[in-house]
């Protein structure tokens, strides 16, 4: 988990978002400012009410939306960067990248592979976790496999899908404490057992890439399973057993009130039907927007390599979206955070308040990292977002410091 620190920086600032319109997790106000000193939120404001002293840095917002900075919590590259390179200069690339969207922390996704291209990875995440940011914070590492259903793999690498060994997991777990959540398929052997190890160290135990019907997902659930990783994308529905119907992962995503779920709001893997249903369904406590981007994000549309240019997969970037080089399947998305909100409120049709949660405090409270992060609120990280209404980046502000300014 993430704690604040109350050791007082030699270069503290202290400055005043005024004349914005400041979104919580249940108000906007309008006109309201934001008082920032050091790393944290000094207070929330209406404009009629704040006193702001004489000679204080004052910076005019002009009616933008001043909210929590936005949180990715499954995401893969960005700026021709892929977690997958194993360089610390491919994480730097893709916490800055992201930054320009908007996004404040990310949690950097590793993809199936060789347990040496995982492991490299995984160093790569460790060196820079250790570093100020200069682009978006890093969470933690999401592990997407390689413990799934081979029928379900979408883009992820056949030739290193498994099921979970013990011998394996444990050592990762172990070497890289700051693993904070491992996506599986819980039907396979063994899967139950990684999650209760998971759930036993605090690692968000996440469903994904799944053939699991709903009784499987009961079970998982039961054993430590809390999350359902991109909703719909890489995972069965209602199946026909000797005529009889029977639910699948999708469906119990939908149904069960103890598990929360992301989606991929790029506008493309989710039409608004789906969306909207989802968001009917659980509500934006329970759904979390992610952007799965891939080292496309940001970056002009053609031909790119989905994981390691050594060992990665080739992928082709059309129409807004990632898919396999044959188009048999979607790979990923390239978009940011700042176009998961856009999506959710011009093609969900949700309002601007329940877009903000669903990628602010949602992420944040199924990754154990609310008490700091997700929330304008007194004593918590400064990390700010500052949209136009237009869903364009005014300014990304991580720990009280500007990463991003257009």
């Not at 993809?111 to 570093?131: N, Y």
């Not at 899908?161 to 996506?183: G, H, M, T, V």
């Not at 789906?274 to 406590?285: M, P, R």
């Amino acid at each position: 988990m993430v704690k604040c620190s109350t050791q007082k920086r030699d270069t503290e600032t202290e400055f005043y978002l005024v004349n914005g319109q400041v979104i919580t997790p249940y108000r906007m106000i309008a006109p309201g400012g934001v008082h920032v000193k050091g790393e944290y939120i000094q207070r929330v404001f209406a404009m009629a009410d704040g006193h702001i002293p004489e000679g204080a840095k004052v910076i005019d917002v002009r009616g933008a939306w001043i909210m929590p900075g936005l949180i990715d919590m499954h995401l893969h590259g960005g700026g021709g960067a892929d977690v997958m390179d194993g360089s610390a200069a491919a994480i730097r690339t893709i916490a800055r990248i992201h930054a320009e969207g908007g996004t404040t922390a990310i949690l950097p996704t590793t993809l199936t592979s060789s347990l040496r291209e995982l492991r490299l990875a995984l160093d790569a995440c460790k060196l820079v976790s250790t570093e100020r940011a200069k682009g978006a914070r890093l969470l933690g590492v999401h592990l997407e496999g390689p413990y799934f259903a081979h029928a379900q793999r979408g883009a992820q690498d056949p030739r290193y899908i498994k099921n979970p060994e013990p011998d394996e997991y444990l050592a990762l777990l172990n070497d890289y404490p700051f693993i904070k959540r491992i996506s599986a398929a819980p039907e396979l052997p063994g899967a139950l057992e990684l999650g209760r190890e998971l759930r036993k160290r605090g690692v968000l135990a996440a469903i994904g890439h799944t053939d699991a019907t709903h009784d499987e997902v009961i079970a998982a659930v039961e054993a430590g399973y809390s999350h359902m990783t991109h909703l719909y994308s890489g995972m069965a529905g209602v199946r026909r057993f000797n005529c009889y119907r029977v639910a699948g992962a999708i469906e119990s995503g939908l149904l069960l009130d103890d598990v929360t779920v992301e989606v991929i709001a790029d506008g493309k893997h989710l039409p608004a039907s789906l969306l909207k249903l989802i968001y009917k369904c659980k509500g934006a406590e329970r759904m979390a927007l992610c952007s799965d981007a891939l080292r496309a994000a940001g970056m002009p549309e053609g031909r790119y390599f989905l994981g390691s240019g050594e060992d990665g997969q080739e992928i082709l970037v059309e129409e807004g979206v990632a898919w396999l080089a044959d188009k048999s399947a979607f790979a990923g998305s390239v978009v940011r955070g700042n176009q998961l909100i856009k999506t959710m409120v011009e093609l969900a049709e949700v309002p601007i308040q329940a877009a903000v949660k669903m990628a602010t405090i949602t992420p944040a409270r199924i990754l154990h990292v609310d008490n700091v992060m997700g929330s304008l609120d007194q004593g918590k990280y400064a990390d700010i977002t500052i949209l136009r209404d237009d869903f364009s980046v005014v300014s990304t502000i991580v720990g009280g410091r500007s990463v991003y300014s257009s």
